[in-house]
């Protein structure tokens, strides 16, 4: 009886459980939109770094989760010094530009030959390898978000560079340039942002992570396997508080927009309260009705919420290939009790309210 | 100080004597309900006495704001009396807190109003089904059955209150007031907002539910043709019970 009461209570007024349904289908699609935008990049980007197949990361010891923002302080030379140590396979260095005049990307700038021998190669979905020093490739989701084939010519870093070849995506980058050039375009001659250490085999990697520690003992050194894991919102501070500040605004909105419905919804039924008053319905019935009235229009809130984040989803995929935006079970499931425990809270001083009006009083509002 | 009534009823079967005997389900002793304006103190009940034997049907009649209504709100428990004692079914809900006067009008006691006052969002069935529902004992549905046939309220359990005239919703009321078999039916200007048919179909049901099942009732009527269907009826002024006699 008190779903039926819950349920139609709910429905007799549709524009008022609308709005607060969409309050808290807004508040759970910015949760995990947002959260799944900044998990998914920090994702894809890693995964896009285990995708080059090597065993070991060397990089400036200022260097941080970003390696687009780390610029290019190391000399390549250190590749050749890594490269003769016991049970390393192979190294590439990597120059990287991070570059946002018409967009925001990074730039990797690699030597084709020894970034093949790490990676073996790229997948080509269209035309040919680096050869000149203008080319360039894209990968497929790059390629898509520009509007680039091959053949075309594609500025960057006010540089007209000639595109020969589209990639897969999912490893290391989405532009690739040869690293010579990329190095005379910012001024950093004979420099690298990052080199990649391939070992001969996988259980050397510790091994050959003391050796570089040893003969460069300034720089950062770590698997590549410990960046993965690293590339959490958790291990980035500001990005963690920028969540948090997300999640309190999505549940400061949805509070305040069921405490104004329920508020209303309280005052427009002050006399069917007395009513319930009249038929013996106690204080924690009445709060026990309001509570279990908020929870449904919660419930049903959480799942437009979720479906509108997968449309959202779907449309910014549409409109920028190149993003990434992951949308977890887990991450659902805490919008969702996010999302209850504001509304439960925002309702709560309402249904209180309710509870003690004077049934007289209430039995002769207008 | 008030007036004592004298208790007589229209049953030519019952003595003086074997009146006597029964205990009054209902007893008002020396009520007062002070209501407060501001520093200001008024009084709408003002020292009132009243008892009401099982299955009596009382009519309480009086002007605007003589008290009718409080004195009904007090013996309900949605109110409570400043001063005196109110005993229903032998529990004096002057001394009890409010959830116990909630608890025992759930019980005890079944409300009619003038303006019905049924649930919007629910259907005639939900209206009287909630009724059990605070109850306590869950959906009844044999007594459900009996109620609504009884009131004639087949083939309009599914429709909502605004799809409803005034005297269905009216005897949807009465069934939401029964369904729990109340010790008391306290009706306020039932058939206020009745017209002149509906109206004796309302007092036609009421009457049935004293006559046939023994409901006591007492009744706020500003409707002098509605006491012909009461036992007796009670006069109020200005606070106090000024006369009360049999309604024949």
Redesign the interface.
Known sequence: ??G??VW??L??RPVRTLIGMLAIAVEVMLVITIVGLTSGMLQETAKRIEGIGADIMVQPNSSTMFIGFTGAPMPIKIADKIAELKYVQYVTPALLQFNTAGGVETIWGIDPISFRQVSNGFVFLQGHGLQGPDDMLVDDWQAKAKHVKVGDTYTVLNHAWKVVGIVEHGKAGRIFVPITTLQELVGAHDKATIFLVKCTRAEHTADVMEEIKQILPSNKVQPVKEYMSLMTSTNIPALQTFINSIIALAVSIGLLVIFLSMYTTVLERT??I??????????F?IVRALLAETTLLCFLGILSGVGLSYTVRAAFLKLFPTLSILITPGWVLRAALIAILGALVGASYPAWQASRKD??EA?AYD | MGITVTIRTNSAENTESEIKTLEPILKVENVWKLYHAGKVEVPALRGVNLDVLPGEAVAVMGPSGCGKSSLL?VI?G??KASRGRVLVDGNDLVTMTD?ER??L???K?G?V?QRF??????TAK?NI???????GD??DPHRFEVVTKMLGLDGRLNHRPAEMSGGEQQRVAIA?AIINEPKILLADEPTGNLDTKNSEIVLEMLRRLNKDLGQTIVMITHNPEATTYFDRVVHMRDGVIVDGIPAD
Do not use: E, W
């Open positions: 009886m008190m039926q009461f139609r209570n429905f007799h006399r069917d007395g009513v319930l008053k009249s038929l013996g319905a106690s204080k019935m049934a007289v039995l | 709100y309900g949605l109110a959830a909630t608890k009008r759930r019980s006691i409300f109003f006052n049924l649930l919007p969002a629910l939900g089904a909630i009724a059990q529902y605070i109850h869950g959906f939401r």
